[in-house]
T-cell receptor
Framework: DGGITQSPKYLFRKEGQNVTLSCEQN?????MYWYRQDPGQGLRLIYY???????QKGDIAEGYSVSREKKESFPLTVTSAQKNPTAFYLC????????????FGNGTRLTVT | AQTVTQSQPEMSVQEAETVTLSCTYD???????LFWYKQPPSRQMILVIR??????QNATENRFSVNFQKAAKSFSLKISDSQLGDTAMYFC??????????????FGTGTRLTIIP
C-alpha cells in the first residue's frame, strides 16, 4: 500500500541538540511538506518542496532545515536555534495538479526538555 | 497572504443530529480550492471533502456536505446523522490556484467536535 511514513512516532531530546525527523513516501508525489501543530494554532507550514533538490520556506521556517535529495524523502532537522521545538510534526505530500489534496503521515511528537 | 478563520473552537452534538462547522477565509484570488480535514484522536489527518471555487455546486460526500458562499468567502461543513466516529478535530484549509510552486495549504485553527452518545 502506498503512503507516507514518519518515524519515530515519539521523539525525546535534550535542549541544545539538533534532531532529524524522517519522512518517506512511496506515492510518487512530487511535492512534500512539513507542518507543525500546536494546541489552538492549527497547522503551520515550516518548509515545502515541489521538486527534488529544491525547497522553499514556509511561514515558520526559522530554526528548521530540510533537504530533498530524493523524491521519496524529505527529512526535517529541528536545530538548537528553534526556541520552542516541542510540538507535533506532520509530513505531507501531493501530486502536482489542480486540486491535489495533501496526504499526511501519522506524525511525530517531539519533546525537548 | 491568505487567512482561514474557524470561529468555533469547540462544539458538541447528540448522536444522529446534524451539526454545522463554520469557516471563513480571505483571498484576492478568484480561483482556488477549499478542503475540510478531520483529525481523530489518532491524529491522522483525513480528507473529508473538497470544493473548487469555480464550481457553484456544493460538494457532497455521503453524510458530509458543504455550503460554499463565494461572495461571502464562507465554507461551512454540515455533518448529517452524526456518529460517534465523527468525534475529531476538523480543520478548514485553503489552497492557492494550481501554479507551480504555489500549491500549499493554509489551515484554520480547527474546531473540536464531540458527538455525545
Amino acid at each position: 500500500d502506498g503512503g507516507i511514513t514518519q518515524s519515530p512516532k515519539y521523539l525525546f531530546r535534550k535542549e541544545g541538540q539538533n534532531v532529524t525527523l524522517s519522512c518517506e513516501q512511496n506515492l510518487n508525489h512530487d511535492a512534500m511538506y512539513w507542518y507543525r501543530q500546536d494546541p489552538g494554532q492549527g497547522l503551520r507550514l515550516i518548509y515545502y518542496s515541489q521538486i527534488v533538490n529544491d525547497f522553499q520556506k514556509g511561514d515558520i521556517a526559522e530554526g528548521y532545515s530540510v533537504s530533498r535529495e530524493k523524491k521519496e524523502s524529505f527529512p526535517l532537522t529541528v536545530t538548537s536555534a528553534q526556541k520552542n521545538p516541542t510540538a507535533f510534526y506532520l509530513c505531507a505530500s501531493s501530486s502536482q495538479g489542480k486540486d491535489s489534496p495533501l496526504h499526511f503521515g501519522n506524525g511525530t511528537r517531539l519533546t525537548v526538555t | 497572504a491568505q487567512t482561514v478563520t474557524q470561529s468555533q473552537p469547540e462544539m458538541s452534538v447528540q448522536e444522529a443530529e446534524t451539526v454545522t462547522l463554520s469557516c471563513t477565509y480571505d483571498t484576492s484570488e478568484n480561483n482556488y480550492y477549499l478542503f475540510w480535514y478531520k483529525q481523530p484522536p489518532s491524529r491522522q489527518m483525513i480528507l473529508v471533502i473538497r470544493q473548487e471555487a469555480y464550481k457553484q455546486q456544493n460538494a457532497t460526500e455521503n453524510r458530509f456536505s458543504v455550503n460554499f458562499q463565494k461572495a461571502a468567502k464562507s465554507f461551512s461543513l454540515k455533518i448529517s446523522d452524526s456518529q460517534l466516529g465523527d468525534t475529531a478535530m476538523y480543520f478548514c484549509a485553503f489552497m492557492n490556484p494550481p501554479n507551480f510552486g504555489n500549491e500549499k495549504l493554509t489551515f484554520g485553527t480547527g474546531t473540536r467536535l464531540t458527538i455525545i452518545p
